[in-house]
């Protein structure tokens, strides 16, 4: 039999001593309880998270080393990130003009501070940029994909990182449909979409993971590989 809310409270704090507290944490659990993807993120950076390990050491360096050098290569020089996060990322990469986007406005509020002074680093909340969209040269998506759990807000990023690039699109992400135990992520073969949704645009380049997921070492590997989109050449 299911026991409600309130009855299951009542019984907890008629506990000697111990009551009130564990109610006071069932209370906290509960109100920070996995709701959606964007209440998430807002409540990670909340409360002092970071954007992951993929953001920093050995993973944040490949994946720099990797964009900076298709950044020369192609000689881009505007770029846009649909989930900047906390920066740390950004530090590395070299660009000459970045706009990043975030659903977390604490997020968002962060990296303006951090790159406060410097004229060619912007941030807007996801609500901002889709108040008044622009274009770059690319568009970048890194270690985002996997955490979009519901289907419409998967597919409404999905168009706004297609839409925001003039010429490239970068994905850095796993890609297979596969669900886990973990409520923020949701791994999805967004491949598909893109042949679905996007026909004007062709996956032209694919880099594996230097360092691919090893569950003995999950902070330092991870799942996520690079694809890289083009537009489609006239025929």
């Known amino acids: 039999m299911m026991i409600t809310t ?7 704090r008629a506990i000697p001593v111990l009551g009130d507290v564990l109610a006071h944490l ?4 509960k109100k920070n309880e996995f709701q959606n993807s964007a209440q998430y993120w807002n409540d990670r950076y909340h409360g002092g998270g970071n954007s992951g390990a993929g953001s920093y050491g ?6 720099a080393e990797t964009l900076n050098k298709f950044i020369l ?3 881009y020089t505007t770029s846009i990130e649909f989930g900047c996060g906390d920066g740390a990322q950004l530090s590395l990469l070299d660009i000459e003009h970045y706009h990043g986007i975030d659903v977390s406005e604490r997020a968002v509020t962060h990296c303006r501070e951090k790159f406060k002074g410097d004229s060619t680093r912007s941030f807007l909340t996801l609500a901002e940029y889709d108040a008044s969209p622009f274009k770059a040269d690319m568009s970048i998506s890194l270690d985002v994909i996997y955490h979009l759990v519901e289907d419409t807000v998967f597919d409404s990023y999905m168009h706004s990182l297609f839409e925001a690039a003039s010429q490239c699109v970068v994905i850095y992400a796993s890609n297979e449909d596969e669900k886990t135990a973990d409520p923020h992520v949701r791994h999805r073969r967004f491949t598909d979409w893109v042949e679905r949704k ?4 062709e996956q032209s380049a694919y880099i594996p993971n230097r360092h691919p ?3 003995k070492d999950p902070q330092n590997t991870s799942f996520a590989n690079f694809h890289i ?6 025929i």
């Open 198 to 201: 996007m026909p004007g645009w």
């Open 26 to 29: 069932y209370g906290f659990f």
């Open 213 to 215: 997921f090893d569950w």
């Open 6 to 12: 309130k009855k299951y409270l009542t019984a907890v």
């Open 229 to 234: 989109f083009k537009p489609k050449r006239p």
């Open 58 to 63: 050995r993973l944040a360096l490949f994946k």
């Open 73 to 75: 290569d192609e000689s």
